[in-house]
């Protein structure tokens, strides 16, 4: 749930789409890293059935990096960014 708020502050903000994505990405991929540290150390494993923080942070990770390709492309500045309908 946090990380969807953070992500949601980002695709509010007054930053520029390049901006957003480069963030999105940028935590997608310290995301994943990170749950996948925790569980490859043993220090957290990764499991679902519990929503172990390894499985939030690495399962928040492809979430990071889905969202630019999944959001209005007004959003993030994607193809056809500031056209009308």
Known sequence: MVLGLLAGGVLKSDRSPRAKR???VI???SSLA???????LGICPVVKRIWT???VLWSGGFCFLFTPSSTSSSTCGGAGAG???
Not at 34 to 40: F, K, R
Request: proline share 5%; aromatic share 16%.
């Open 27 to 29: 935590a997608g991929v």
């Open 83 to 85: 056209r009308s309908r």
């Open 34 to 40: 990170a749950g996948w540290t925790l569980g490859a």
């Open 53 to 55: 923080p390894g499985f």
């Open 22 to 24: 480069r963030w999105l």
